[in-house]
Structure formats: structure tokens, C-alpha cells
DNA sequence: TGAATGATCACG
DNA sequence: GTGATCATTCAT
């Protein structure tokens, strides 16, 4: 399930060097019936990449200057994907810094809003839509690791950001 | 609380 | 084409 990414670290390894984060936040959007889900409409060039065997990444623009990273996690034709919402950083700090400082207008940078948002952890990845559809579990430059980690003492809220299924308590984080 | 800012999709 | 909406962030 979803909360199984929680501990997980995420690894991308770039030009100038490798960038690890501990997932601490996530949400999971599941299926058709799922009304916030972005395949609740059925299959668009949008959220193609949803319906794709579990272990993809599906990376999307929003917000006219956003982008946000999820993981997909069924089987092939059943759209849905874990929305990452937060990471610690682990490794690389130096260079999510200064990932950070070129993508956001923001002057306030500092080690507590470095990562803690889907927008500003893609920021801090360098991640855009060239990363969407990206097979993490064959790639050697994107991928997950099991830091051996076992997150049981998560809670359990409704999604954030969202004008539709809001009971549904589907946002994990610890 | 609301501005920034542009892709996406339905409609026809 | 048009208009509504948007899984956000930041400053006021």
C-alpha cells in the first residue's frame, strides 16, 4: 500500500552528483472511481502514464508553474499512482539547494522548506516531463531504495489541495 | 486570502 | 477557439 513508500528513499543521480530523500509524505489516488484521481475522466494523453504497469513515475504540470512527482503502483490498465508529497533530504543537500534557488523566485530558502512539498521537491530533483514515464525499477539513475526502514507510526488525513473525495483519508506521512 | 501562470480538457 | 479548473507556492 502507499504507506509502504514512507521510509523509502528516493535516488536520482545527476550530472553533478547523486541526490537521496527519505519519503515522509504521500498520498495515493486509486483508480477511476477515485474522484480525485486525474484518471476519474478515463484515459487522456495526460494520465496515459497511470494506466502503465506499477514502478513508473508519472510526472505532471500544474498550476501553470508546478511540477509534481507520483509512483505508480497497480498493474497494467488500472490507473493509479502515490503522489509524493515530502522528502528529507538525506544526501546531496548542496545540490538541492542550489536546484532550489534556481527554480523558485521565493528569496526565503532554508532547510525546512527545502523539500517539503510536491512542487518543491521536483524542483529540488530537477524533475519536468522529460522524467514522466520513466521506469524506476529498470532505470539506474531514478529509482527507490529500501533504507530497511519500517514506517508503522504514520497517520492518516484526508488529501490536500483537492475540491473533490476529500473524506477519503488517503494522505500518509510521518 | 489571493496572485502568479499555463497546460489540459470538454464543447461543439 | 473559449472558459473552467487545477494533486501549489509564496507574499500580503
Given at each position: 500500500m502507499a504507506a509502504d513508500l514512507l521510509g523509502k528513499f528516493l535516488v536520482i543521480q545527476t550530472e553533478v552528483g547523486r541526490i537521496v530523500g527519505e519519503i515522509n509524505e504521500v498520498e495515493s489516488y486509486i483508480g477511476?472511481?477515485?474522484?480525485?484521481?486525474?484518471?476519474s475522466v478515463g484515459r487522456t494523453p495526460r494520465n496515459?502514464?497511470?494506466?502503465?504497469?506499477?514502478?513508473h513515475a508519472y510526472v505532471y504540470f500544474t498550476y501553470g508553474m508546478y511540477h509534481c512527482l507520483n509512483i505508480v503502483t497497480e498493474k497494467s490498465g488500472f490507473p493509479s499512482a502515490v503522489l509524493i508529497r515530502s522528502i528529507i533530504p538525506v544526501e546531496g543537500t548542496d545540490l538541492i539547494l542550489n536546484n532550489r534557488r534556481k527554480s523558485s523566485r521565493s528569496a526565503k530558502i532554508s532547510p525546512k522548506n527545502l523539500t517539503n512539498g510536491p512542487g518543491k521537491l521536483c524542483q529540488a530533483l530537477q524533475l519536468?516531463?522529460?522524467?514522466?514515464?520513466?521506469?524506476l525499477t529498470k532505470s539506474n539513475q531514478f529509482f527507490l531504495l529500501d533504507s530497511g526502514k519500517k514506517i508503522t507510526n504514520f497517520k492518516r488525513t484526508p488529501r490536500i489541495?483537492?475540491?473533490?473525495?476529500?473524506?477519503?483519508?488517503?494522505r500518509f506521512y510521518y
Open positions: 477511476q472511481k477515485d474522484p480525485a484521481c486525474h484518471a496515459e502514464v497511470m494506466f502503465w504497469e506499477g514502478g519536468n516531463r522529460h522524467h514522466n514515464g520513466l521506469d489541495g483537492i475540491s473533490k473525495g476529500k473524506r477519503l483519508k488517503w
